[in-house]
């Protein structure tokens, strides 16, 4: 069975694939072993995982009377789909004992939970048959090329000599031609550009073709298009000057005569005639039809040429970049084998390559055997050649019945309007034309029966969005497919109306353009952009909206660090790709520069920035600084005395990744920072494959600094910033979206194209589809890129629309401003009263439009502050390491005795932890992690939290509870309860003690209480616990 889920936003397509996916595996747990999930990222793979195995737990230890609605939808579901006819006991027992078996199915054999994302299912492939493909077995993969591009543009021309002459011809050929066309002579972005095309699935195939051609072809081609371009245009010109001379010696109306010159290849001899007949109406003078007999043939020739040199211009634009690329792959090959590289691009090609044309490939003989079932996530992302590279399995899985005796099945999850992806070769054409039984037959199975073997579902209920964002989307797409602009894509939105649940929450809409005053004027757009958001921000803030729970999404890059800038300025905590690289956290940059400083003791900036970040921790080392770093010695007595015992002799003569695990326990730096621990999982990633020498390692901390970062983490009170692209599949309570104007920019502008006249002499051709310049047989192509690239703009704009739970804020400009903000103008323009539309911002609640705003229903929220240590670091791994003894003098002088160190370490585990174990075997697994100096002081302490009849409750599974979050007090003071737990409309404030009680503790969480009771919560207890 092949069934496609077309699935709109927040219409539970990763419950519907859970569901799928427990009605095969349950009746048969062994099944597990044969399906096979694959979605697109790594956080996708992780939501699948844990989706399943979260359910299977609840379906295995608990009962359908205990499970919330969307379990109990989920059993039902599944109910509904297994066949009752072997099940002789009542069916919640028997999901209960089909529930324990698969799990522990799962978890004994877990290497076999095949879910992954394409990407490295393709990888596993290509390791495992890694000779046979003639490819290193112990290559590293590089996904980011940007560097690599670099480096190959500068290789190659730093490669430019008399000696090589034939390279340093080609570059002055290729700005030679630069200068002519565009009187520019730089050349490395054309040769970036060229090299961030050559490993698209597009490029595969023309590359191929073109690498079979020596360089003498390549570079008499371009210098023949070159020669072949001069002479065209001087024949032009020559026939263009004929032509004038006949209009001038005639005396003929030049501002009529001269007009067939502007576009001289759509010539037509009949509208010509046309054209003179309708100047000349009392009839055309004999001079005029002389001289037109003359200027007929002229013109027809100067179609002709016309349409030559367009051509000629098409074709040939490119192909002097393309004499390089021989030159620029050699490079790029040299690079892989001196570095044992492999670019994950390539992997798609290569796999395509061992496929093509085979009924049953070698690649897949095993892999053939083992899975019957297949899931494919967002599958409007999947690139044609990746389709092809699966459809053997398939077909395979399809076609004969497997050990279960049963014929294998098919499941596909995507939406169209969600295709955003095709700059990275998502080909959305593939799910529309499998959503259709003809085209299905056609691709995979010519004797497919409609709900026999093939099946189309659509979920249309919208479980994500509260009602006014449901209906708000499924007033104005419709609203904006019924434009003639849109006529080429509003297919695609045939299914954009949902349906929404008639108990969820009403939400919110709000739409604001930039009023025409003489204010708002003079504001520049992005600057307006700007200001808007922060308004909002602040309004949300005022109501006691959460910083947390808002996303500002952003349709560039650029706005996105501008807007991040813009409100870290006034005091706004912000999540964005800046915010999260670890060149902004200070206790990685003291690490660094202390790094620098070993590398060479003679830096002044590092031993300042050693200073400088170490005062910023002890503000009493900087009045100081600046006169100790000028020579080595003061600057070591300056580290001595701040109590840092540093020995640079002996730190020099230790392997890097020690090195840098003792520099932590020096600075008394946290291994609970995860900017830490992710420089240190860096680290450990950079030394399987780089030099261990510290300059290397410094070296490619100066090229890769730029984009070290941690993942977006959760949980941290601060606004997110995200662009749309990078927002797909997740969801925000509140959205705020600064957009003007989608773009009308081609996706693809730049293609390889069949040179089937010979043209060029060459195969293929790397051309650009530019508005103008596109000769007549390539104007259907023309046009069909135009069409998908307004459906990735408006797919854009509908994924930014469907990231909201509870509300969305929409600023734009003035309704005569950009595209999208004239289609929202008309779009309200039917919906509101004459005098409204000469308001500035509106408001819509799921039924109505409105100018004036709705009364808040935000809940208040305990407000807390963000730092590097907020970040929640349970999804970041580092390797367990061992300091050697002679590191063990270095610590740095601990004044508390060995009672209290212990009692800060069981504090510091405690205060981490978010889920507590519930018995003895989880206590015990749970401990095997940390020192065993304090395993037995550890275990006493979780036994007493779960067992004792008053705290157990406060640390059961599921309890809503938040972890050492900073309340800031109304003088600003900062406080930190360890434990804040939301149960039974009370809040309970838990703080571990160790020690003798004290009146200090009790009057510590006594304020706590008062805190948040002055936020709003009234129901509020402290408990002190001593361990």
């Known amino acids: 069975m092949f069934t496609v ?30 399906i096979l999930a694959i979605t697109f ?8 995982k844990g989706r399943i195995l979260e359910t299977l737990h609840q379906f295995a230890f608990s009962t359908p009377s205990h499970f919330n609605n969307s379990l109990q939808a989920t059993f039902q579901s599944i109910q509904e789909k297994i066949d009752p006819i072997n099940i002789t006991i009542p069916f919640d027992l028997y999901i209960q004992k089909q529930s324990k078996e698969l799990l522990q199915e799962i978890l004994y054999d877990y290497d076999n939970f095949a879910i992954s994302t394409i990407d490295t299912f393709f990888q596993r492939i290509l390791r495992a048959f890694s000779f046979e493909l003639g490819i290193s ?31 340093s011809k080609r570059v002055l050929n290729l700005v030679e031609t630069k200068i002519e066309d565009a009187g520019k002579w730089k050349i490395e972005k ?30 008499a081609s371009s210098q023949k298009i070159l020669m072949t371009k001069r002479a065209a245009k001087k024949e032009i010109e020559e026939i263009k000057k004929s032509y004038n001379q006949v209009v001038a010696q005639h005396n003929l109306d030049p501002k009529l005569f001269k007009s067939f010159l502007k576009e001289p290849e759509f010539f037509d001899i009949d509208l010509y005639d046309s054209a003179i007949a309708k100047k000349y109406k009392k009839g055309i003078p004999e001079e005029v039809t002389a001289a037109c007999e003359q200027l007929y043939p002229l013109l027809t020739l100067l179609k002709e040429k016309s349409i030559t040199w367009k051509e000629i211009q098409f074709f040939g634009k490119n192909l002097s970049q393309l004499a390089l690329l021989i030159d620029l792959k050699t490079v ?18 290569i796999i395509h390559e061992e496929v093509k044309d085979e009924e049953a490939p070698y690649l897949f003989e095993k892999l053939g055997n083992k899975y019957s079932y297949f899931f494919l996530d967002e599958f409007q992302d999947t690139s044609k050649m990746q389709w092809e590279n699966l459809l053997p399995l398939l077909k395979n899985a399809l076609s004969g019945q497997n050990e279960f005796h049963e014929n294998g099945k098919v499941f596909l999850f995507g939406d169209i309007k969600q295709a955003i992806y095709r700059f990275r070769n998502g080909d959305s054409s593939l799910l529309h034309n499998l959503s259709q039984i003809d085209t299905y037959r056609q691709m995979v199975d010519p004797y497919a029966v409609d709900e026999v073997n093939y099946k189309l579902e659509n979920l249309d209920q919208n479980y994500r969005s509260a009602k006014s964002i449901v209906h708000f989307n499924n007033l104005f797409f419709p609203f904006l497919m019924e434009i003639p602009e849109f006529d080429p894509i509003c297919q695609f939105y045939q299914d954009i109306v949902q349906k929404v649940d008639g108990g969820k929450e009403r939400g919110l809409v709000s739409i604001q353009f930039k009023g025409k005053t003489s204010k708002t004027e003079k504001v520049e757009p992005q600057d307006y952009l700007l200001i808007e958001t922060l308004n909002t921000i602040k309004e949300l803030e005022n109501e006691g909206v959460s910083y947390g729970d808002i996303a500002v999404l952003v349709s560039s890059n650029d706005l996105g660090s501008k807007m991040g800038e813009w409100l870290s300025q006034h005091n706004i905590p912000v999540i964005s790709p800046d915010s999260l690289l670890l060149a902004t956290s200070d206790e990685v940059m003291l690490l660094i520069s202390t790094l620098h400083y070993l590398n060479n003791s003679n830096n002044k900036l590092a031993r300042l920035l050693m200073g400088h970040f170490l005062a910023k921790s002890n503000p009493d080392l900087k009045p100081t600084l600046f006169k100790n770093i000028e020579n080595e010695t003061q600057f070591l007595q300056f580290l001595n005395n701040s109590g840092i015992q540093f020995s640079k002799k002996r730190l020099m003569n230790t392997p890097l990744f020690t090195l840098l695990n003792h520099l932590i326990s020096l600075f008394g730096l946290t291994q609970k920072n995860p900017f830490v621990i992710t420089l240190l999982n860096k680290t450990e990633e ?31 009170n601060a606004v997110t910033i995200s662009t749309i692209h990078k927002a797909k599949g997740l969801a925000y309570p509140i959205v705020i979206l600064p957009f003007t104007q989608y773009g009308f920019k081609k996706t693809k502008e730049m293609q390889w194209i069949k040179d089937e006249k010979g043209i060029t002499g060459l195969p293929y051709s790397w051309v650009s589809f530019t508005n103008s310049g596109v000769p007549e047989q390539y104007e259907l192509q023309n046009e069909m890129e135009k069409h998908y690239s307004l459906l990735d703009n408006i797919n854009k704009l509908y994924v930014a629309h469907t990231r909201p739970k509870e509300r969305l804020y929409i600023i734009t400009q003035a309704f005569d401003a950009g595209n999208y903000s004239k289609h929202l103008y008309n779009f309200i323009k039917n919906r509101v009263s004459e005098d409204d539309l000469r308001k500035n911002r509106y408001w819509f609640d799921g039924e109505k439009f409105s100018c004036e705003p709705p009364k808040s229903t935000a809940p208040k929220k305990v407000d807390s502050t963000i730092s590097n240590q907020e970040v929640d670091s349970s999804q970041i791994y580092v390797s367990n390491f061992t300091l050697d003894a002679q590191f063990l003098a270095f610590e740095r002088t601990k004044t508390n005795t060995e009672e209290q160190e212990r009692g800060i370490q069981i504090h510091d585990f405690l205060s981490s932890l978010k889920d507590f174990p519930q018995t003895e075997t989880q206590i015990d697994e749970m401990i095997t992690f940390v020192s065993p100096a304090i395993q037995p002081y550890l275990k006493t302490a979780l036994h007493k939290l779960i067992s004792d009849i008053e705290y157990a409750p406060y640390f059961k599974p599921h309890v809503e509870a938040l972890n050492e979050t900073t309340i800031i007090s109304e003088t600003g003071e900062l406080l930190r309860p360890d434990r804040v737990v939301f149960i039974d409309n009370q809040v309970v404030v838990i703080d571990y003690k160790t020690g003798v009680p004290t009146i200090k503790h009790q009057e510590q ?15 509020v207890s402290g408990k002190l616990i001593y361990l």
Not at 9 to 28: C, I, M, Q, W
Not at 41 to 48: D, G, Q
Not at 695 to 704: F, I, Q, T
């Open 686 to 716: 950079y030394l399987k494959s780089g030099n261990g020498s510290l300059k290397s390692y410094l070296d490619w901390w100066n090229e890769k600094s730029s984009k070290l970062a941690l993942s977006s983490p959760s949980h941290v």
């Open 332 to 349: 790029i090959e040299e690079i892989k084998t001196q570095d044992n590289l492999f670019y994950l691009s390539e992997t798609n090609g």
């Open 137 to 167: 077995m112990n290559y590293s993969l590089e996904i980011q090329l940007d560097e690599l591009h670099q480096q190959t543009v500068d290789i190659l021309l730093n490669k430019l000599s008399v000696e090589n002459k034939e390279l």
């Open 1005 to 1019: 969480i006594d304020q706590y209480c008062e805190k948040l009771k002055l936020m709003g919560y009234s129901n």
């Open 5 to 34: 889920y077309t699935a709109s936003a927040g219409s539970g397509k990763t419950s519907r694939l859970v569901v799928e996916y427990l009605a095969l595996a349950l009746p048969n747990p062994k099944k597990f072993k044969h």
């Open 190 to 219: 054309d040769l970036l550009n060229l090299l961030g095309n050559m490993f698209n699935e597009d490029a595969y195939i023309a590359i191929k073709e073109l690498e079979k051609c020596d360089k003498s072809t390549l570079d």
């Open 41 to 48: 990222t790594n956080n996708a793979t992780a939501e699948m």
